[in-house]
Every structure is written in structure tokens, then in C-alpha cells.
């Protein structure tokens, strides 16, 4: 019988001053605990995919949550029978996710608002938000992303890169002006960006869906939701129960 092996999907943005002494120190001790997968650091924050034995890979968690920067790192797990990735790397970027937009990282500033998976479902079980607003779903993911499944009725935007979704949203906010607008992304972090740029930009009747698909999925399910979820690793894409599209060998 295979050993499980535990999957995370986890980011956070602080303040960081020494992203490659972070980056390196992180590699260091993932790599310590055979884990697989990529770390993202940047002055922004931190971006984590990674892999390995449970026990492992949860107290590689605790250690990073050890410093104060990460105490309240939310993950996002998922299980798999193999690696879905082939090897450990560790990145130091500008951005722990490229938008090129200046503010849009909720460092120095409150985030944006956000509503959590349940309430986004009541919303949709009952058409509309607490206030009677229309809810609109708007998927801030690129073309190939969106191609393997979305919420059901959700704005998609043709568009192959992140940082082209301020163009092409352009078109459609007047007749969003009326209506509850929910971002979302797979984990949260584009939509985190996407809503406070909008706020900027004077939609201030945007929420973010709180950790994304997959915190959905962990905490809602399938319900809403049409398809899978493309994901950046070797599984492809998870179905609302997390398990990959495709049967693994």
C-alpha cells in the first residue's frame, strides 16, 4: 500500500526585508524534510506548493508558522498516492503573484473584504446577497484555468495572464456597477490583489472569496461549482472532493 502523500497550497502577505535569506533558510528546511514542490518569496509575502510525507510537511508548517510573520498562514491541503511535483526549487520575485499594478499587495493596508465559502453559498442557494443585491462571480484565472471548470454563471475573461485582467474587465463594469462582485482564483492570492485594485479603481462593491476554490471546496464542496479545478502541478486539475481529474498510476 502507498504511503499518502499531503499537498498545501498556502500564501501570506507581510512585509519582507530579506526575501533570499527567507528563501533560503525555507529550501533549507523543506529540503531537510524531503519535501517537494516551490516556495515564492517576495517583498510582498510568501507563496508555498508543496509535497511530502504528512508528518512532515505539517511540521515544516509549525516552524514556519513559528515566526511571528506567519502565525496566521492559512492552508489549504489536499492528498495524493505520488509527488505531484518532480523536484524542490525556491524563488525570490518582485511579486509572490505578478499584477505590475503598485498598492495592490494588502501590505501597509487593510484588505479587501472578503465573504467565506459558506456565505458565498447561501448567497447563491437564495439568488442574491443579505442586502438583496445580485451576486456576480468574477473568475480572475486565465483561459486554459477557467477551460477545466467554474462556478456556474461566473463573468470568465479572456485573458492568458494575470496581468492582462484590468483591460479586459474594463468593458464590463458598468453593468456590474449594481450588483455584489465576488472575486476568486484557486487560492485566494490573485483575487486578494484583483479585489484591492478594483477597490482603487472605484468598485468598492467587490468581495474576495476567502481562500479561493479550493478553500471552497474544502469547506463547501462541489455545490455551485462546475467541473474541476486546475492546479499547478502534475495532477492538472482536483475535483470539488480534492481528488485529481484524472485517476493517478
Given at each position: 500500500?502507498?504511503?499518502?502523500v499531503l499537498?498545501?497550497?498556502?500564501?501570506?502577505?507581510?512585509?519582507?526585508?530579506?526575501?533570499?535569506a527567507?528563501?533560503?533558510?525555507?529550501?533549507?528546511r523543506?529540503?531537510?524534510?524531503?519535501?517537494?514542490?516551490?516556495i515564492?518569496?517576495a517583498?510582498?509575502?510568501?507563496?508555498?506548493?508543496?509535497?511530502?510525507?504528512?508528518?512532515?510537511?505539517?511540521g515544516?508548517?509549525?516552524?514556519?508558522?513559528?515566526?511571528?510573520?506567519?502565525?496566521?498562514?492559512?492552508?489549504?491541503?489536499?492528498?495524493?498516492?505520488?509527488?505531484?511535483f518532480?523536484r524542490?526549487?525556491?524563488?525570490?520575485?518582485?511579486?509572490?503573484?505578478t499584477?505590475?499594478h503598485?498598492?495592490?499587495?494588502p501590505?501597509?493596508?487593510?484588505?479587501?473584504?472578503?465573504?467565506?465559502?459558506?456565505?458565498?453559498?447561501?448567497?447563491?442557494?437564495?439568488?442574491?446577497?443579505?442586502?438583496g443585491?445580485p451576486v456576480?462571480?468574477?473568475?480572475?484565472?486565465?483561459?486554459?484555468?477557467?477551460?477545466?471548470?467554474?462556478?456556474?454563471?461566473a463573468?470568465?475573461?479572456?485573458?492568458?495572464?494575470?496581468?492582462?485582467?484590468?483591460?479586459?474587465?474594463?468593458?464590463?463594469?458598468?453593468a456590474?456597477?449594481?450588483?455584489?462582485?465576488?472575486?476568486?482564483?484557486?487560492?485566494?492570492?490573485?483575487?486578494?490583489?484583483?479585489?484591492?485594485?478594483?477597490?482603487?479603481?472605484?468598485?468598492?462593491?467587490?468581495?474576495q472569496?476567502?481562500?479561493?476554490?479550493l478553500g471552497?471546496?474544502e469547506?463547501?464542496?462541489?455545490?455551485?461549482?462546475?467541473?474541476?479545478?486546475?492546479?499547478?502541478?502534475?495532477?492538472v486539475?482536483?475535483?470539488?472532493?480534492?481528488?485529481?481529474?484524472a485517476?493517478?498510476?
Amino acid at each position: 500500500m502507498r504511503a499518502m502523500v499531503l499537498n498545501i497550497a498556502a500564501y501570506h502577505f507581510v512585509a519582507i526585508d530579506d526575501p533570499h535569506a527567507l528563501a533560503g533558510a525555507l529550501h533549507a528546511r523543506a529540503h531537510a524534510a524531503e519535501l517537494l514542490g516551490t516556495i515564492l518569496v517576495a517583498p510582498e509575502g510568501l507563496n508555498l506548493f508543496l509535497a511530502g510525507a504528512p508528518a512532515a510537511l505539517h511540521g515544516f508548517l509549525d516552524a514556519v508558522r513559528g515566526d511571528p510573520r506567519f502565525a496566521t498562514l492559512l492552508v489549504k491541503q489536499s492528498v495524493s498516492q505520488t509527488f505531484p511535483f518532480a523536484r524542490l526549487k525556491a524563488k525570490v520575485k518582485p511579486e509572490i503573484i505578478t499584477f505590475r499594478h503598485d498598492g495592490t499587495a494588502p501590505v501597509g493596508r487593510e484588505r479587501a473584504p472578503a465573504v467565506s465559502p459558506q456565505d458565498l453559498a447561501r448567497w447563491l442557494d437564495q439568488g442574491h446577497d443579505d442586502a438583496g443585491k445580485p451576486v456576480v462571480l468574477l473568475d480572475t484565472r486565465n483561459e486554459e484555468e477557467f477551460g477545466h471548470g467554474s462556478f456556474a454563471g461566473a463573468l470568465t475573461l479572456p485573458i492568458t495572464d494575470f496581468t492582462e485582467l484590468p483591460a479586459a474587465l474594463e468593458p464590463h463594469r458598468p453593468a456590474l456597477a449594481e450588483a455584489t462582485v465576488v472575486s476568486f482564483c484557486t487560492g485566494g492570492v490573485r483575487c486578494e490583489k484583483a479585489a484591492l485594485w478594483m477597490h482603487d479603481t472605484g468598485m468598492t462593491n467587490v468581495l474576495q472569496l476567502e481562500g479561493g476554490i479550493l478553500g471552497y471546496f474544502e469547506q463547501v464542496g462541489g455545490r455551485h461549482y462546475d467541473g474541476a479545478c486546475f492546479v499547478f502541478d502534475q495532477r492538472v486539475a482536483l475535483t470539488p472532493d480534492l481528488a485529481p481529474v484524472a485517476a493517478e498510476g
